[in-house]
Every structure is written in C-alpha cells, then in structure tokens.
C-alpha cells in the first residue's frame, strides 16, 4: 500500500466518521426536542385519561350521557374535514409518505379519547397516542424543513415517545415502533432517534410521577420444559384469541359504517347500545380501559367470561366511532383468557395472565421483538424465555391478521419468501 493511498483511506474514515458523528449529534438534538413534547404531551394526556376514568367509576349515570359525547366528537372532526378516520393504520401511512395528519388534529384526537372514557366508552389510550406522536414528530419534522425519509424517522420518534410515556416502557416503545410498520423489515435507521426521544420522554413522565403499571409482583417459576410446553398451548389458544380480536373490530366497524354512514346518526347508535350493554354488565368492570381487572387477573382472578364480554364492549364502541385505542382492551383480553386458560392448563393464574397479555398482543400487532421486550419490561426478566415461546407460537399461529390495516407483512411466516402483503 503507497503512501498515498494510505493517507487517502485515513481521510475517507476521518470523513465518514465526522459525517456518521454529525448525523448522531443532529438526531440527538431533534430527538431531545421530540421526546420532550411527546413525554409533556403524553403525561398530560395519560392523567387526563386517569382523571376520566375514575370521574365515570365515581359517576356511573355518566354512560347516558355517552350519546352526547358521541355528537361532539362527530361535530369535531366533521367541522375539521376528517371523513375517514384510520387510526393507527394513519400513522402508518404518515410514515410511508402516502397520509398526513396536520398538528390542528391533536386536540380533536384528544378531545374525543376524553369524551370516549369519561362517558364510559370501552377503549383504550395508546391509539390516539400513537397518532398524537405521529403528528408531533411530523410538525416538528415540517419545522426544520426535512425531506420525506427523515419525516419518516420524525414520525416513528413521536410515536415512541408518547407510547414511552404512556406506558413507561422505552424500550418497548422503541422497538414497536420500528417493527410495526413492516413486519419483517425493520427501519433500523430510527433506532437511535426513537430510543433517543422514548428516555427523554420516559424520564419527563417519571419526574412526573408516572411509574408504568405495578405488576412487577409476578413470581416467575423456574425454567421447567414441562411448563414451557404449557405456555406454547397457551400462546396458540392467544393467537386465536388475538384473530379473534381482529376480525370482531374490523367486522363490526364495517357493519355500522355500510348501515349507518351518517356519523352522528352511527355515534349515536353506539353510545345507546353502550347504555344497554352497561345496565347488562352495572359492574362497570368492561367500561373505559380497564386496568384495574388486568391487575386482578395478574394476582389471579378473572371470571371465565370477562375476555369475551370485553371484545363485545370494545369492538361496538370502537366500531360505532368512539375513540380511544386497541391495546389496552387487547391487555384486557389476553390477561382475563391467559387467566382462565392457564388454570386449566396447571399453569399459575397470575402467570398466564402475564403470558395472555403478551401473547395476545402479539398476535394482534405482529411484533414479537417488541412483544418479548414488553414482557421483560412490565413483568421482569425472568420469564423471558416463556414470554418468547408464547409470542413465537402466537406470531406464527396468528397468520396475516392485525389490528391495523396499513400494517404490510413482508415475508412469509411459514418459509423464507418474500411476500409484501398488507395484513387482514
């Protein structure tokens, strides 16, 4: 090797290596930016769900005023010229460049998540938030004028930021978000922006006072092949459940949205058929998100039937047009069947709920990496192992259903071939 070119390959390191350190320092800078927004945003917008859900549990009478609240929300984003409302599968779109969701739509996503719970709608948070992410990352992104494959990577940063404070799960957050887009092919490029913007959202909910859900009191048992092959059973029953999910939401929103396409006429029909299931079901326990029956199911009771009367409650309100999100009635549902199941299959109620919550999630969002990681980061490390048998099962088992229709699947879950699909 000549002098000379030695000296040419040390300037080319010296200058891919000052370009990839601009890169880091720019990213850094933008995500601190994102995170901080998206955990303000996020923290605000969990304590906000909180406060509505406990305003209803103390309040119930406030289910026959749903029906009102399902006009504002139809008023709101009628007068802001929002005719198909995707979720999610939005935020998907902003990301392969093909939607845009204007920051002016924060509030009116918000506003109607609030109406949702504080009427006792049975929805989540988390799909709202994701969208709410989304369109920080994007506005932020419009501020400094990117072009549209670093608007891509704003976009996933926001999403991982609000689903970071939400949950209080950075990792998690950031994984999902990379994985979900395209299942098979994740955008690895994001990785230091979303985990970057997921911490400093984190931190900004944990100075908050937000601590995630406390369900590390889960006694994991020991490593048991015995144990193992129970956990799989229950994976596969999971991925059924999850299919299950899918279709009860997709089938029921399309019913109303053929037979109703007036909106205010379809939110009111939803908010009466909520009042009937409520005077049903008077507990209150399949109103709002829920949380409280997940923490029962993880310290091992559940009625038989709760997982099934929670997919009816959800899947009408959703359908009808209540905003809100899927995942944590997809919790709901995977702890109260992972708890029923899993005591008939010898298994330890509050453990199999732990592996119904991330089975169950799993297959109703095709992410497995994020899946596994969510296991660790809610419940410990310590029952990795059979969190990952029960999410490979069930990510298998699930097919090429998911809660979101934008969602493409990009490779085969059978064989090594290249598929490019868009979900069920």
């Known amino acids: 090797m000549t002098q000379k070119s030695l000296k040419e390959r040390i300037e ?6 000052l370009g990839l350190a601009g890169g880091m320092i720019k990213w850094l800078m933008i995500s601190v930016i ?16 909180n406060t509505a859900d406990a305003f209803f549990a103390a309040n119930r009478w406030m289910i026959y005023v ?70 920080i990352g994007e506005g932020i992104g419009h501020l400094f004028q990117m072009d549209e494959s670093d608007m891509s990577i704003m976009v996933l940063s926001g999403s991982a930021a609000m689903f970071s404070a939400l949950f209080c799960a950075p990792l998690t957050a950031t994984i999902f978000a990379m994985e979900v887009i395209s299942v098979g092919v994740m955008y690895y490029g994001a990785l230091l922006p979303c985990l970057a913007s997921s911490l400093v959202a984190y ?10 859900e406390p369900w590390g009191f889960l006694n994991m048992p020991d490593l048991d092949i015995i144990i193992i092959l129970k956990v799989a059973v229950l994976g596969l029953i999971c991925a059924v ?8 939401f997709d089938h029921t929103g399309r019913f109303f949205r053929t037979h109703l396409q007036n909106r205010y006429l379809r939110l009111l029909a939803g908010g009466a058929i909520m009042i009937v299931l409520t005077l049903l079901f008077p507990s209150g326990d399949f109103n709002g998100s829920g949380m409280n029956v997940i923490t029962q199911a993880l310290h091992g009771s559940a009625d038989w039937y709760d997982f099934l009367i929670k997919l009816v409650f959800t899947a009408l309100c959703l359908g009808t047009g209540y905003k809100g999100g899927e995942i944590v009635p997809t919790f709901y549902i995977g702890a109260a069947l992972g708890c029923t199941v899993g005591g008939l299959l010898g298994l330890d109620p509050g453990f199999a ?13 095709n992410c497995p990496i994020a899946s596994i990681i969510l296991g660790i980061e809610f419940f410990g490390g310590g029952g990795i192992i059979y969190y990952a048998t029960a999410c490979a099962v069930s990510f298998l088992m699930s097919g090429y259903y998911s809660l979101y229709g934008s969602q493409k699947i990009m490779y085969s879950k059978t064989t090594a071939k290249f598929i490019n699909k868009r979900a069920k």
Do not use: W
């Open 12 to 17: 080319k390191i010296i200058t891919d290596f």
């Open 34 to 49: 994102v995170g901080g927004i998206g955990g303000g945003m996020g923290t605000i917008f969990v304590y906000s769900v």
């Open 66 to 135: 749903l029906p009102a609240g399902g006009l504002l929300i139809a008023l709101m984003y009628n007068l802001a010229g929002i005719k198909t409302v995707k979720g999610v599968s939005r935020m998907m779109d902003q990301v392969r460049r093909d939607d845009d969701l204007s920051p002016v739509y924060i509030p009116i996503i918000f506003g109607s998540t609030i109406l949702t719970h504080i009427g006792g709608g049975s929805a989540g948070r988390e799909g709202a938030a994701l969208q709410i992410g989304g369109s």
């Open 203 to 212: 931190a900004i909910a944990r100075i908050a006072g937000l601590n995630g």
């Open 241 to 248: 459940a999850s299919v299950m999910i899918v279709m009860a």
């Open 353 to 365: 709920a732990s592996i119904g919550i991330v089975a169950t999630f799993c297959g109703a969002v």
